[in-house]
T-cell receptor
Framework: EAGVTQFPSHSVIEKGQTVTLRCDPI?????LYWYRRVMGKEIKFLLH????????ESGMPNNRFLAERTGGTYSTLKVQPAELEDSGVYFC???????????????FGSGTRLTVV | AQSVTQPDIHITVSEGASLELRCNYS??????LFWYVQSPGQGLQLLLK??????LVQGIKGFEAEFKRSQSSFNLRKPSVHWSDAAEYFC???????????FGKGTRLHILP
């Protein structure tokens, strides 16, 4: 079974530019999560999709961040315009359902390292 | 509020030595506890998890962790570390009622040859 795939693996952009991160969850996983880790800080929750619906977006920093999940499959996270403080590693994770999360935890992708200069 | 504390930011041990990484949590109900590892250039990999039952849980790569409710701790241990264990380790608790898993800040493990 393919794992959670994220791309790009690295992105370096200038302040004010736009970047779009993509996550392909494990096939059949209804739950998709975005997390972010700023250097030296904890991994923080951004938002949670259940299929194509946003279940919880309480962790989104501000309206420069827009997440979508087309047809309940892959998800994109767009940052527009990017600011210096947006630099960090963006992780995507998926799980089949809540019971799956309890038993298996999340399955994480390898992350996208975003650097805003 | 739910939280996870990993008091050690960096730990250095010699190859072959024993290891213990500390984790304390704050959680309103019976916690579900996880340890994840991130090796350089890799994603987060689940090492082990605790839900109920035996408080000593075994994981992959020779790791184990012990849940101590009285101390609100879930420390990770390995009797003899290998150079390949150099990585960053994250303790996590959840999911909470919003289905979030809460992570600690991580402990970076360095291995001396």
């Amino acid at each position: 079974e393919a794992g959670v795939t994220q791309f790009p693996s690295h992105s370096v952009i200038e302040k004010g530019q736009t970047v779009t991160l993509r996550c392909d969850p494990i096939s059949g996983h209804d739950n998709l999560y975005w997390y972010r880790r700023v250097m030296g800080k904890e991994i923080k929750f951004l938002l949670h999709f259940v299929k194509e619906s946003k279940q919880d977006e309480s962790g989104m920093p501000n309206n420069r961040f827009l997440a979508e999940r087309t047809g309940g499959t892959y998800s994109t996270l767009k940052v527009q315009p990017a600011e210096l403080e947006d630099s960090g590693v963006y992780f995507c994770a998926s799980s089949q359902d809540r019971v799956g999360t309890l038993f298996y935890g999340y399955t994480f992708g390898s992350g996208t390292r975003l650097t805003v200069v | 509020a739910q939280s996870v504390t990993q008091p050690d930011i960096h730990i250095t041990v010699s190859e072959g030595a024993s290891l213990e990484l500390r984790c304390n949590y704050s959680y309103g109900a019976t916690p579900y506890l996880f340890w994840y590892v991130q090796s350089p250039g890799q994603g987060l990999q689940l090492l082990l998890k605790y839900f109920s039952g035996d408080t000593l849980v075994q994981g992959i790569k020779g790791f184990e962790a012990e849940f101590k409710r009285s101390q609100s701790s879930f420390n990770l241990r390995k009797p003899s570390v290998h150079w390949s264990d150099a990585a960053e380790y994250f303790c996590a608790v959840g999911p909470n009622r919003d289905d979030k898993i809460i992570f600690g800040k991580g402990t970076r493990l360095h291995i001396l040859p």
